[in-house]
């Protein structure tokens, strides 16, 4: 990649030079590091994506927390321990990588806690019984690593190597998911009947975390040509539709979706249709529970301040580097 | 050397590990940063592994952990004691560590059965250790707000402390063995302390309710709430498993 040999972001037009060569290194996979130039659009879309895969994961954490005091088994509550915590490091690899572009992890929790940018509309669904842990395992990691796996070959290389690393554990994370529910699946009738409402729940919100239909998803045609994203919302649902649907057989569960079926002429599963009302609601902020997560989180912040300012404090005197 | 493993011992040290891992875990999704977040679970990641492996050496460590009453526990007071805000949480940690760190550094030491699980169980409690030594300093020294808070964090549990030195039964350490375990700890709590300057707290290391009786399976109010909704799920599908 050309070296910055300028601000992009003083405001005059970029050297055409530098854009041809930006497009045609990106046109040809090349992988674009921090210190190349790069079009101002190009870098706030990835703020905006990564912010937004970075809180996610750090709200992501609080759904599956709820249950970790209440684990029925040592086993199980180890493994959801570790998971997480999983989701912590999560965040801090993709904190780390958004920093790469010049914006700190407080700049963009203030963001977070402000409302000025979201995370995943699948975490304020709530998890009302032990099965929605396998659930969220399942199809909600399952469905985050269908839309991730591209993003491991994104053209903004920070952001790719940390998906690698994140891929891994989320492919951990689906088949814990997944062995969780088959324990309940073929356990009692009563374990049986939890896991099948968990799946009933957490299926159509699964699906909805692919984004909007390809028509009306706004960022998806820039962020194609700058291989950012590499497939579009409806392929990458289709894609998750067709896993999934032997794994519920498998487990034993059934998908709530009457017209789910095979399709062999399009070598697909057709489905049902999406009630997208619902997903533009929780997307304002009216589902079950935005106001909670957010909320939990802004407290979790202002509790802890004065712990970062005593870290900070500790170490202006000490001459370290901040904790 | 002795082979057969004591249980009330294992369960001793193991409500120890189960309990405190239970207190850390609810820490999840609530920490004052991201990076407590996971070193809070790693600790409780490894408490609740020695806390596996122990309650095996008693019976089944899911029936041990979910299905015994208040009573039964034999945990020490300290360990159930509510989280708190952060600064009493790490005086917790620090109060525990050290002694977790010391003790068991002398069972490996030793030729008994808990040698090879203590063996490993001191490489991770060193860690805990240093973790509530750098938050003890960082709080101490930190900002007027957070010496306040850890300085009532130290002063609140302190009388917690005591308890941790009367012999455990099933072990091989004696009163003898126990009162130079309680020396090096208070001379490790003592040099954390003065360095983070703060003052040791004043007053009884027991008190009538608190002299050996979480290990006698005498415990306080938080506890039973907090066995309540760990046991709660387990107990409400008998004989299924998970
Ligand atoms: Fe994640
Ligand atoms: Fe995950």
């Known amino acids: 990649m050309v070296a910055m040999t300028q601000d992009a972001a003083a405001g005059q037009a970029p050297d055409p030079a530098l854009v041809a060569a930006f ?31 970075a809180h996610s994961e750090i709200i992501g954490m609080q759904p599956e927390a709820n249950w970790i005091t209440r684990a029925p088994s040592l086993r199980r509550k180890a493994i959801l321990m570790a998971k997480v915590q999983d989701e912590a490091g999560h965040g801090l690899y993709l904190y780390s990588a958004a920093e790469t572009l010049g914006t700190s992890r407080d700049e963009l929790l203030d963001k977070l806690h402000a409302g000025k940018q979201k995370y995943s509309s699948i975490f304020n669904y709530p998890t009302l019984t032990w099965a929605d842990v396998g659930a969220i395992g399942w199809l909600v990691d399952g469905a985050a690593i269908t839309n991730q796996v591209p993003l491991c070959r994104c053209s903004y290389g920070p952001y ?7 891929c891994k554990e989320e492919s951990f994370h689906q088949r814990q998911g997944y062995e969780l529910l088959l324990a309940l699946s073929q356990g009692t009738e009563a374990q049986h009947a939890m896991a099948q409402d968990a799946v009933d729940r957490w299926w159509w919100p699964s699906l909805m975390m692919f984004g909007p239909p390809d028509d009306e998803s706004a960022h ?4 194609m040509a700058w291989r ?9 649902r289709q894609r998750f539709v067709d896993i999934a649907v032997p794994q519920a057989e498998a487990l034993g569960l059934t998908l709530p979706d009457p017209d789910l079926k095979w399709n062999e002429e399009r070598g ?9 009302s619902e997903f533009w609601e929780v997307l304002k902020g009216n589902g079950p529970c935005n106001e909670q997560r957010i909320g939990q989180r802004r407290r ?21 580097a901040k904790a | 050397m002795t082979t057969t493993v004591d249980k009330a011992a294992a369960l001793a040290l193991g409500d120890d590990a189960l309990v405190l891992a239970q207190r850390l875990g609810e820490w999840a999704g609530h ?22 492996v122990l309650l095996s050496l008693a019976g089944d460590e899911d029936e041990l952990a979910f299905l015994r009453e208040e009573r039964e526990f034999r945990n020490l007071q300290l360990v159930e004691q509510a989280n708190g805000d952060f600064a009493h949480t790490i005086a917790r940690q620090l109060y525990f560590s050290v002694y977790q760190q010391l003790l068991y550094g002398e069972l490996a ?57 009367r012999p455990v039964e099933g072990l091989d350490l004696d009163a003898e063995a126990m009162a130079a375990l309680e020396a090096r700890w208070l001379a490790a709590v003592t040099a954390v302390v003065e360095k983070a300057g703060l003052t040791l707290p004043e007053g009884p290391r027991t008190g009538a309710w608190t002299a050996g009786a979480g290990r006698q399976g005498l415990h306080t109010e938080p506890f039973g709430r907090m066995l309540a909704e760990m046991q709660h799920l387990h107990r409400s599908h008998p004989g299924a498993s998970w």
């Open chain 1, 23 to 53: 497009d045609a290194a990106v046109a040809a996979d090349e992988r674009v590091e921090p210190r190349d130039w790069m079009p101002a659009e190009y870098r706030a879309s990835l703020v905006r994506q990564m912010a937004q895969h």
């Open chain 1, 268 to 276: 697909h599963h057709d489905f049902g249709t999406i009630d997208w």
């Open chain 1, 160 to 166: 790719a190597r940390a998906m690698v690393r994140i």
């Open chain 2, 31 to 52: 920490a004052p940063v991201l990076e407590e977040e996971v070193a809070l679970a790693n600790i409780a990641l490894d408490l609740l592994g020695q806390a596996r």
């Open chain 1, 220 to 223: 998806s045609a820039q962020s």
């Open chain 1, 300 to 320: 979790a912040h202002e509790e802890g301040a004065w712990v970062r300012d005593a870290a900070a404090e500790y170490a202006r005197k000490h001459g370290e």
């Open chain 2, 109 to 165: 030491a030793g030729d008994g059965p808990f040698a090879p699980l203590a063996a490993k169980a001191v490489k991770e409690t060193a860690y805990h250790r240093d973790h509530a030594e750098q938050w003890t300093l960082r709080l101490g020294d930190g900002t007027d707000e957070s010496r306040r808070r850890v300085q009532a964090g130290l002063a609140a549990l302190w009388k917690f402390t005591g308890e941790m030195f």
């Open chain 1, 228 to 236: 950012i994203k590499r497939h579009s919302n409806d392929e990458l």
